[in-house]
């Protein structure tokens, strides 16, 4: 059998009594120094490099000036007019009656003469902003909350907890808003809407 650059190699040295190199005479590398030294310089460098991951929940990532988290409502600005729940490309903003929630001071203060307000299926919301932007009063926004988790029926909001942010809806009574949640997923799955 031909062994390829076998009169070469007869010349060389035995490699086990040539002396530690980096590189040998058979271009082995005996001593990976240029490797370790890689390896090394990248450590280096990124040890003094400002850390690019932050400790959630402790510290949060600034989110962007127009996120679009969950939908808000400001209940005193709404008119009933219905465009967001028109305008909602799939059903996620549907209308309900507003009596359900609304004490005799929120009568007095609001405008909302239909007592039509909308409420919002979290869940399937896909965030587009649509229902932002036809609102004529800017009652309807998106917020930052992006921390939603929830259970899947839990994510019916209607429109007292729209108006709250996450940190507030925490803070209230667990059985009221236990109660809203709940009647927000009787009036989704009864399919219970207010027509449009
Ligand atoms: S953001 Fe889009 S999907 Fe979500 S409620 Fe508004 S219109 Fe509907
Ligand atoms: S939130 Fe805006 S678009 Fe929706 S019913 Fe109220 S006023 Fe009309």
Same mark, same amino acid.
């Given at each position: 059998?031909?062994?390829?650059?076998?009169?070469?190699? +007869?010349?060389?040295? $035995?490699?086990?009594?040539?002396?530690?190199? /980096?590189?040998?005479?058979?271009?082995?590398? !005996?001593?990976?120094?240029?490797?370790? +030294?890689?390896?090394?310089?990248?450590?280096?460098?990124?040890? @003094? %490099?400002?850390?690019?991951?932050?400790?959630?929940?402790?510290? %949060? %990532?600034?989110?962007?000036? %127009?996120?679009?988290? !969950?939908?808000? *409502?400001?209940?005193?600005?709404?008119?009933?007019?219905?465009?967001?729940?028109?305008?909602?490309?799939?059903?996620?903003? @549907?209308?309900?009656?507003?009596?359900?929630?609304?004490?005799?001071?929120? $009568?007095?203060?609001?405008? $909302?003469?239909?007592?039509?307000?909308?409420?919002? #299926?979290?869940?399937? =919301?896909?965030? =587009?902003?649509?229902?932002?932007?036809?609102?004529?009063?800017?009652?309807?926004?998106?917020?930052? &909350?992006? &921390?939603?988790?929830?259970?899947?029926?839990?994510? /019916?909001? *209607?429109?007292? *907890?729209?108006?709250?942010?996450?940190?507030?809806? #925490?803070?209230?009574?667990?059985?009221?808003?236990?109660?809203? *949640?709940?009647?927000?997923?009787?009036?989704?799955?009864? $399919?219970?809407?207010? !027509?449009?």
């Amino acid at each position: 059998m031909r062994v390829p650059n076998a009169k070469k190699h +007869a010349e060389l040295p $035995n490699p086990l009594s040539v002396p530690p190199t /980096v590189i040998d005479p058979y271009r082995r590398t !005996r001593l990976p120094l240029a490797a370790i +030294a890689t390896g090394l310089k990248t450590t280096l460098k990124v040890f @003094f %490099r400002k850390p690019v991951t932050y400790e959630y929940p402790e510290v %949060r %990532r600034p989110i962007a000036e %127009r996120y679009r988290g !969950r939908i808000g *409502l400001e209940l005193d600005l709404c008119i009933g007019c219905t465009l967001c729940a028109q305008a909602c490309p799939n059903g996620t903003c @549907f209308m309900v009656d507003f009596k359900f929630e609304k004490t005799p001071e929120m $009568n007095a203060k609001f405008p $909302n003469k239909k007592d039509k307000m909308p409420a919002v #299926d979290t869940a399937r =919301c896909i965030y =587009c902003s649509l229902c932002e932007e036809v609102c004529p009063t800017g009652a309807i926004h998106m917020t930052p &909350e992006y &921390e939603l988790s929830r259970t899947r029926k839990d994510q /019916v909001y *209607l429109p007292v *907890l729209l108006q709250k942010t996450e940190s507030e809806i #925490d803070a209230m009574d667990p059985a009221e808003v236990a109660k809203m *949640l709940a009647e927000g997923q009787r009036l989704i799955t009864a $399919n219970d809407k207010v !027509r449009i």
